[in-house]
Structures are given as C-alpha cells and as structure tokens.
C-alpha cells in the first residue's frame, strides 16, 4: 500500500532528501551563529569604546586632581616645592605599583596550567593500571 504524499523514487531518493534537508539545517545553524557572534563583537567593540573613553576621562581627573593637590600645597610651600612633593607622591606611587606587577608577573609564569597537567597525568596513570 503506498503512502499518500510520498514520492515512488525508492530508498536513495529518500535517503538524498534526507541529506539535503541536514545540509540545510547546518547551514541554517551556521548563519545563526554567524548573526549571533557578529552582534556579540559589536556589543564587545562598543563596550571597548566606552571604556577608553572613561580611560581617557580617568586620567584627565587625575590629572586635574593632583593639580588641584598641588594647588593647595601652594598655600603652605612654595609652587616649586608642592610639584615636587606631588612629583615624589607619584613615583613613590609608580614604584609600588611596578613591585607589586613585577611580583604578580613572576607568580604567573611560565603560564602553564600545572594542576590540570598533573590531573592529567593521575588520570592517565590511574586508567593504566585498570584502577588497581
């Protein structure tokens, strides 16, 4: 008894219609994919964008923050003497920011993952021994 609808091509008919229909869905699967990570980077480029910006604002407070320091230290010091004690401030600053970076750095390398290599390693010696 044939089935209404369905076409008397024989089973590779079906089975290049099958096919086909897959084909489609991948490429259907990969625009969708393709949609979603383009609008993804152009959220990621914008939120780059302002956070330069907000950089660029950042160091323009500062800036204007440790003339405004300066500026008060003139009340007490000599203009010469408050820009060098705010010049002192900041590389006192710099230097500890550099330890603590150099330190941190030291601590990051080589940048290997050593727990999950050792993980690994258990792993693959526990399946060697067949769990004995």
């Known amino acids: 008894m044939p089935i209404p609808g369905a076409d008397s091509g024989g089973l590779g008919?079906?089975?290049r219609r099958i096919a086909e229909r897959a084909s489609s869905v991948v490429r259907l699967e990969i625009?969708?994919?393709?949609?979603e990570l383009v609008g993804k980077v152009k959220a990621f480029a914008l939120g780059i964008g302002l956070a330069?910006?907000?950089?660029?604002?950042?160091l323009f407070g500062i800036g204007f923050g440790l003339a405004a320091f300066a500026a008060g230290l003139e009340t007490t010091l000599p203009t010469w003497a408050?820009?060098?004690v705010?010049?002192?401030?900041?590389?006192?600053?710099?230097g500890a920011l550099g330890?603590?970076?150099a330190?941190?750095?030291?601590?990051?390398?080589?940048?290997?993952p050593e727990q999950a290599i050792e993980?690994?390693?258990?792993?693959?010696?526990?399946?060697?021994?067949?769990?004995?």
Do not use: C, I
Request: net charge positive.
């Open 52 to 58: 330069l910006a907000a950089v660029v604002l950042l």
């Open 119 to 132: 993980e690994a390693r258990r792993t693959t010696d526990l399946l060697r021994s067949n769990g004995r």
């Open 31 to 35: 625009e969708l994919a393709k949609a």
């Open 99 to 101: 330890a603590a970076a």
């Open 86 to 94: 705010v010049t002192g401030t900041l590389l006192l600053a710099a």
């Open 103 to 112: 330190a941190s750095f030291k601590r990051g390398t080589p940048p290997v």
């Open 82 to 84: 408050s820009l060098l």
């Open 13 to 15: 008919a079906t089975a």
